[in-house]
């Protein structure tokens, strides 16, 4: 049995990289809840219009939109025409995130560009260009999802960590500046998640990574997906500027 | 209602001041005590009155309720 987050019934939340992994799972869990889910998509316009019907078979409504999240013209265009047009937007999971694990000795410059536009620009990009409509609109919630990497470090994950603690700098700012407007924002760092994302890490990693995590399994992305609901909805209402891990107690 | 009292009666709602102590030559920083947020908020509230669009570096140099109802004149003509 879910717990219910009744405030969350035609919430209009937005979710980067909702395609897959924790970010798909943060939809299905908003639609469940009734949310209005607006996601955003690169290529596929098939693809897009099947995540819709899947989200909308939970219940709520679902819009995609077509944007690059490191395409700061097209994601402004983009939202400006929701927001005028269907609705403000109250709710932001700044999930979007590509990882590239290698030695910090072969880390190529074009390859720190990609890893920190994605995952750390990209937020700031799209927090921003929402932040006059977070003004206009009621109880906004933003989630940045962030690693339990960007707390601890990890071998090989160089850009990867410095662009998730990068995030938790910029959620506790957003919280300060927005603050008087009722606007909150947090950090979730999830640790190991059944996702694709984890999936290439190889078995003596995974190994390595379920020895060294005191509740000794991996987390489901539902689980992640539950927090991210609770920080989106008025039931945590107090919480802003926060950091949480969910992480089987891996980082404690 | 004339232009100049339209915008001192959203300056005076969204400050909470009486619109008798507002004139032409009251400062948003110096008389009102706006931050710069209150003043995003409040050229918002102008957009949405006026139907017009305010970039936001244009709003540093509208510093009293004077610079706003000039900016809105020379913007309608």
């Known amino acids: 049995m879910k717990a219910q987050f009744f405030d969350l019934k035609n919430k209009v939340v937005l979710v980067t990289g909702a395609a897959r992994g924790i970010g798909k799972e943060i939809a299905l869990a908003l639609s469940a809840q009734g949310a209005h889910v607006v996601f955003n998509y690169r290529g596929d316009d098939s693809k897009a219009i099947a995540l819709k019907e899947e989200l909308e078979a939970k219940g709520g409504k679902a819009t995609p939109l077509k944007f690059d999240i490191t395409d700061y013209a097209a994601m402004t265009t983009a939202i400006d025409e929701f927001t005028k047009n269907v609705a403000p ?122 020895k060294s995590i005191p509740l000794a399994r991996m987390a489901e992305p539902s689980e992640v997906a539950d927090l991210t609901c609770f920080l989106l909805s008025n039931a945590s209402s107090y919480i802003t500027g926060e950091v949480i891990k969910i992480d089987g107690g891996l980082y404690i | 209602m004339e232009l100049q009292e339209k915008v001192v009666k959203l300056v005076s709602e969204a400050t909470k001041m009486d619109a008798a102590n507002i004139n032409l030559n009251t400062s948003f920083v110096d008389d009102l005590n706006l931050d710069s947020l209150d003043m995003v908020e409040l050229m918002m509230k102008m957009e949405d009155e006026f139907g017009v669009e305010i970039p936001e570096d244009e709003t540093e140099n509208l510093k009293s309720v004077g610079d706003v109802v000039n900016y809105l004149k020379a913007k309608s003509h």
Do not use: H, W
Not at chain 1, 98 to 103: A, V
């Open chain 1, 89 to 210: 937007i109250s709710g932001l999971v700044n999930n979007a995130g590509i990882s590239k694990d290698t030695l910090l000795l072969r880390l190529k410059p074009d390859e720190i560009s990609s890893i920190i536009d994605t995952n750390l620009k990209g937020a700031m990009m799209l927090t921003q260009a929402l932040s006059r409509n977070f003004l206009k609109a009621e109880n906004v919630s933003i989630v940045n999802m962030s690693s339990v990497v960007g707390l601890m470090g990890n071998v090989s994950q160089a850009a990867y960590a410095a662009s998730k603690a990068g995030l938790i700098g910029f959620s506790k700012s957003v919280a300060k500046e927005l603050a008087s407007r009722n606007v909150r924002s947090n950090v979730i760092c999830p640790g190991f998640i059944k996702t694709d994302m984890t999936e290439t890490l190889s078995d003596k990693v995974k190994e390595e990574y379920a």
